[in-house]
């Protein structure tokens, strides 16, 4: 199976299977000035980044996106059953990043997300990580109307307590999501480029 499909597959496969996890519907209590969905102009195009699970997001300067906060909470239990729905999780920092157009974009093969894991992302794209570049490991498209775009934004997440990034439940050890996050920056993150190609999908 394509390694592009099979991951989207999984990551879908999470995303329904959360959907069910709690049938408390309390709303996350997100901090003053974050947003689910920013909406970025490059060149007369325009494009989105969110929304995704339990992330929101903050410009550093109302007036710039090239840099942001986030915040990340175990929204509907999604990602960590150590802890309870709805508690904080991440806060971290996002950098606007346009990566080397050194392979294509991928197709759309049905599914939102069409991630890239470590041992295939190009040292093209890893160079363009900002410093410290070992905490910044995560990176996540933007998107317009035509899907996924090379510009997007590297994360970097500082775990704000201890527990296990195990999906609700969902995965174990054999996962390369499944690791152990202690307080501040979380070096156990995936190394991962995820080319999103919107909810409208």
């Avoid at 157009?101 to 939102?112: D, Q, S």
């Avoid at 905490?135 to 994360?155: K, M, N, Q, R």
């Amino acid at each position: 199976m394509n390694p592009c499909l099979k991951w989207s597959l999984i990551i879908v496969y999470l995303f329904l299977q959360a959907c069910n996890v709690s049938q408390d519907t309390t709303p996350v209590q997100v901090p003053r000035g974050y947003t689910a969905v920013l909406r970025i102009s490059e060149n007369g195009r325009q494009m989105h980044l969110g929304p995704f699970v339990g992330y929101y997001f903050k410009p550093r300067d109302p007036g710039d996106l090239k840099r942001l906060d986030f915040v990340c909470f175990n929204e509907r239990s999604f990602y960590t059953k150590d802890l309870p729905q709805n508690a904080m999780l991440y806060e971290g920092q996002a950098v606007l990043t346009v990566l080397p157009k050194v392979i294509p974009l991928p197709e759309y093969k049905g599914e939102r997300i069409c991630p890239v894991f470590e041992s295939r992302i190009p040292q093209a794209w890893l160079v363009t990580r900002p410093a410290p570049q070992e905490e910044f490991i995560h990176f996540h498209s933007c998107y317009d109307a035509s899907g996924p775009v090379y510009t997007g934004y590297w994360l970097r997440h500082q775990a704000a307590t201890s527990f296990t990034y195990d999906m609700g439940g969902r995965v174990g050890p054999e996962s390369a999501l499944f690791h152990r996050a202690v307080p501040g920056p979380d070096h156990n993150f995936p190394q991962i480029v995820e080319f999103d190609f919107g909810p409208s999908k």
